[in-house]
């Protein structure tokens, strides 16, 4: 009995201790390294007849918290996962919508916010167009990222029109994809598309990404003001301007000084022009 | 079959009623079916609107696992453990023929999952109603399939427990409802080994029950329409397959010698 709460007393502590030093050399994630040892959907599948369902549930909780746990607490944010999970996803259950359309965002939104890998999205939804024929949101989604991510104004337009012909598709889905094909480029048709993803949207990931976008084209206009004034500051100083503050004098509204979460534009001398700050949420690669 | 054979029939049957319901085993499968159900709303909230979703696929998977696991391995127990145990003779002493008291048996059994079934839907129901504020009725027709589903594996297990020992009957019960499971590999099986017979391929497609076609989960989630007759036809097809297999039960049991 002695021996038993001399044994607790000391091992109490001793656990703290030895798993604090087990932290420090293996890091606090060291059990949480990311493994798939299932590489194809198919596999999965045959395993496990019957329980398709529930093993696409779980595949795509485990696609949605890696992609949270990247997002948040990795330092390098690779995704390298995101793809085959959703492939084996969408494969266990070729008509679980949620997955190619989050799934496209993940894959498409550029590094660090998503994985920055456009092509992979579109391929997802056009797995998905074709698993879910009458699913005109997938469609309209496809032609959104069409447009949006590989700046395909033809191409994302046509699928507009396609996904405008199915039951239950919003009217303005036509003229929608006529204003894209019209003015393709630019930025005013974006924030349309964007504009409407947001309304449409449930709240939720989706709506949240559409409204970041909104922010960001607010953004890149604010940038466009704040590079004019640069160009008339360094005209008349024969420098370019060191920090945004320094516009101040050419009757620059303050609130263009900074992006919308709160963080001040930075004179990037490699684009000759103002740009996002590192280390603001706005700042993507490309 | 008389008024007085199906009495006796019905004691039988409410007898393995009652032992069925003191096995311990029941209890742990209930619970973790309700454990699984309950989880799916916690699973569902860390999912992305897929909530609904998840708690139907949890809570008809629960069914279906917990179910072929209490079907299996009470199942094989139902006939071996009464003669293992001997307490078998002085029931067939009395007036009581063996084909009644198999009958019984596997009446008592199928009643007993029929209750868990019963149960476990009310729950899955009664939380959609919680979180969604609507319960899916559409629900009881999968579960409905699974129970023939399950009736089946009663069936293969009672078959089973006439001609060998508990652990021997578990073992062969559960390869053929795994194997029922994969009936599309069987009936594909000349495309990945084209040397085998098709003889052979049709005779083990159609000797091992088909489990995938009780399988009606994936529709009623999304809402598909299930027919009636659908239903009629899964509803036929279980009760040649019972036949069957409770009628080799009977002849395997009756010719059996039980000293």
Redesign the interface.
Known sequence: MTAGRYGFLLGLPLMVLCQRQVDARLGRWGAWQQALYFWSGEQVK?LT??????MA?LY??RT??YFGAERLFSTDKRFELLEPLIEITTTL?P??E?AYR?GAIFLCEPWPVGKGDPEAGIKVLEKGARNLPRSWRLRQDLGYFRYLFLRDAAGGAQVLLEAAKLPGAPFWLETLAGTILARGGERQSSRLVWQRMYEQA?A??LRENARYNLQRLDALDAIDALNAAAKRFAEQQGRPPREARELMAFGLDPRLLKDPTGVPFEYDPARQGFWFSKSSGMWRSS | MGSSRLTRVLAVAANTHRETVRERVLYNLVFFAILMTLSGLLVGDLSVQQDEKIVKDIGLAAMDVFGTLIAIFIGVGLVSKEIERRSLHPLLAKPLGRGEFLLGKFAGLGFTLLVNVAAMSAGLLLTLLATRGRADLGLLKAVYALFLGLLLAVALALLFSTLTSSVMAAICTTCVVVAGRFSDVIHNMKQVAPGVPGWFVHALYYGVPNFRVFDLKNPVVYGDPVGWDVLGWLTLTALAWLSVLIGCAMLAFRTRDLQ
């Open positions: 045959r007849p019957g329980f398709e369902n529930l549930d795509w909780l949605v918290q259950d008509r679980l949620v989050y449930e939720g990931i």
